[in-house]
């Protein structure tokens, strides 16, 4: 049976934010200050749009954006395409039929996606191009070697090739091609499990004897890369020493993690900036919260609790200063604390008890739109990631929809 309402949510989108587009016309809707709903317009099938995970609460007023624009708008989480399945072609290991199994070796495991990459080309669930070319990934997976040049590349599902097809493709690389010997000893034996897709913390596992490896397929490029604080803090808080505990890299996570993502950006810059005193900061909460647009601007009163940020942060005119402006500079104080010093030094402490705790290995597939050549990539059990941490922004200063996460790529 098809999964549909709390389940197609809990399933197949809570999480990450995703990229999906319109199944059936519908109607979708804004949201008022005083929390209640009213229609924002229609929905048309095909038209592309952005989950946005951080701000649904419901699955009945999932939180999406048009690829257009940056306005958040809500709509019944079964109007969306399933994610995976743009334009019809389902990308990840449940639609190849792979999950909830365990496969006995990487032969085995290859053999069983070759044999579906073409009992769905049989049942016209692509083209021979988007056939020939999933060949071609495993075999390239497999082996190092490929013949991309004789696939037309036009037209492919490039953002669900990689985010999911990766799925598919990376337990194969992870074993065959050497890049998890110095992570996972015997990895070249390993045995392969596939995970139910409901499963948010790892893509797959590999199981080598007694031991198993989370392994986490991210794409190569984007906000995917990022790992947000409320999931690291999950995950680690009983583990943190006290003297971490102590720290304000632990303190700017909190706050992070526990408030909106408005608040969060003030609070958090407040800790690395003594011009956002108390004042300032009740005055966004106030009139940020109750315009929710990041384009108002300050008023005369305002202006006088904020003009020494402005000031200090070279920000212009205080008159055209908007309070998305503001938020967005707090993130971006928050991202450049974060690659200095003793804190860039205590989150990346942090983040590391998180990789030692969950097990997470990153195995990456990127992609060339132009030659179509995947690189398989990983994390080496974290190393790489730790020594780059940061806290990054995927907002902007009319943008509000996404937490400060560690960047991990």
């Not at 309402?5 to 200050?33: A, C, I, M, P, T």
């Not at 080598?208 to 490029?221: P, R």
Request: charged share 20%; net charge positive; hydrophobic share 35%.
């Amino acid at each position: 049976m098809a999964r549909s309402g709390v389940r197609n949510w809990q399933d197949n989108w809570k999480g990450s934010d995703k990229q999906s587009e319109v199944k059936s016309v519908s109607s979708y809707y804004s949201l008022r200050d005083n929390g209640t709903y009213f229609a924002a317009g229609t929905l048309q099938k095909g038209v592309k749009i952005v989950y946005i995970d951080s701000m649904t609460k419901e699955h009945t007023k999932a939180a999406f954006k048009f690829l257009t624009g940056d306005e958040i708008y809500y709509a019944n989480i079964d109007k969306f395409v399933k994610p995976g399945r743009v334009g019809g072609i389902d990308l990840s290991p449940e639609g190849f039929g792979l999950d909830n199994r365990t496969y006995s070796s990487a032969d085995n495991y290859y053999q069983e996606v070759i044999k579906s990459i073409g009992d769905r080309w049989e049942r016209g669930g692509y083209s021979g191009e988007l056939y020939d070319y999933l060949f071609e990934v495993m075999e390239h997976a497999r082996t190092g070697s490929n013949n991309f040049s004789g696939i037309r590349l036009q037209g492919f599902p490039w953002g669900s090739i990689q985010s999911y097809f990766g799925e598919v493709a990376g337990p194969v690389a992870a074993i065959k091609r050497g890049i998890l010997n110095s992570v996972i000893p015997g990895v070249s034996s390993a045995k392969i499990y596939m995970p139910p897709s409901s499963v948010a913390l790892y893509d797959y596992k590999l199981i080598v004897g007694t031991h198993e490896y989370l392994i986490s397929a991210k794409a190569g490029k984007g906000v995917s890369n990022q790992v947000k604080p409320q999931l690291v803090l999950t995950a680690v808080d009983s583990k943190l020493s006290s003297s971490l505990k102590r720290t304000k890299a632990y303190n700017l996570l909190n706050i992070l993690a526990n408030e909106s993502v408005i608040r969060g950006a003030f609070l958090g810059a407040q800790l690395f900036d003594d011009t956002l005193n108390s004042s300032a900061l009740n005055d966004a909460q106030q009139k940020y919260s109750v315009a929710a647009k990041s384009s108002t601007k300050l008023d005369e009163e305002s202006i006088e609790l904020w003009k020494p940020f402005i000031s200090k942060r070279s920000m212009g005119s205080p008159s055209s200063v908007t309070y998305g402006q503001l938020r967005y500079q707090c993130e971006k104080i928050i991202q450049e604390q974060s690659k200095q010093g003793t804190l860039n030094s205590d989150l990346k402490k942090i983040f590391q008890e998180y990789l030692e705790e969950s097990r997470v290995i990153y195995v990456k597939m990127s992609l060339s739109t132009t030659t179509g050549v995947p690189t398989f990539t990983s994390s080496k059990g974290g190393v790489e990631l730790v020594r780059s941490l940061y806290l990054r922004t995927s907002n902007d200063q009319n943008r509000s929809a996404d937490r400060i996460g560690f960047q991990v790529s």
